[in-house]
């Protein structure tokens, strides 16, 4: 028996439907492919109050916030960052909090492929520590330049010890204090080793967004998913 028009007009309709539902599931929100692969990132933007990032639990949300809007939100995301000892609570360090790796950016570069590489010989330069949405952060010589990542870390990934503010009141201070940074561009004043260092190069000027952005920052994070 024929088909009739009506019927092969509704079949094409039910065909192109599905096609449509399918393209958008395969799309984040600002129309980029998903990231699924996607390990490790620098935040595009800094958290909405210089280094006061709700401790350290507001700063993985803020990483899982930023990985959703990107496609990757099937992760669970942690935030690079050390906290110290206080209160008689026990230092954490930010190596403990992100998991074994491997890590990838946005484009399936692999970074490291365990805590022990990214402690050592990895592969984070400018080139390859990207944000979320797979876009290069500016580094030494850019204007303005925003290397410093805050991780209030050691070389070794662990918490600073001592008196000195090194985690902006571990990550609740917007105003005085400091917060160790590393150089993701590993590019500093000289060739010493903290200048180049992607974790612990130097402690920032204050804990406010302008304190962090004249250290030559801009209050961006280091995200790893921790699954």
């Given amino acids: ?61 803020f990483c899982q916030t930023l990985a959703t809007e990107a496609g990757a939100g099937r992760h669970t995301w942690r935030a690079y960052l050390s906290a110290q000892a206080a209160g008689g609570a026990a230092p954490v360090n930010a190596r403990d909090r992100i998991g074994r790796g491997p890590w990838r950016n946005a484009k399936g570069v692999v970074i490291a492929t365990d805590v022990a590489q990214l402690h050592g010989q990895n592969n984070i330069n400018k080139q390859t520590a990207l944000t979320e949405r797979g876009e290069l952060v500016n580094g030494g010589g850019d204007t303005p330049n925003m290397h410093d990542i805050l991780t209030g870390s050691q070389p070794d990934g662990t918490a600073i010890a001592g008196n000195v503010d090194s985690t902006c009141g571990n990550w609740t201070k917007s105003g ?52």
Avoid: Q
């Avoid at 561009?185 to 000027?205: I, Q």
């Fill in 1 to 61: 028996m024929p088909i009739s028009l009506s019927a092969r007009l509704g079949t094409t309709v039910v065909v192109l439907g599905s096609l449509v539902a399918c393209a958008g599931m395969s799309t984040s929100k600002d129309g980029a492919a998903p990231k699924d692969d996607m390990t490790f990132f620098v935040t595009s933007r800094p958290g909405p109050n210089g280094s006061d990032l709700g401790g350290l639990a507001g700063a993985d949300r």
């Fill in 176 to 227: 005085d204090g400091s917060a160790m940074v590393g150089h993701h561009d590993r590019r500093g004043l000289d060739e010493s080793v903290p200048a180049k260092s992607w974790n612990s190069s130097h402690l920032s000027r204050g804990c406010s967004l302008p304190a962090l952005i004249s250290t030559g920052g801009n209050g961006r994070l280091y995200c790893f998913a921790a699954d």
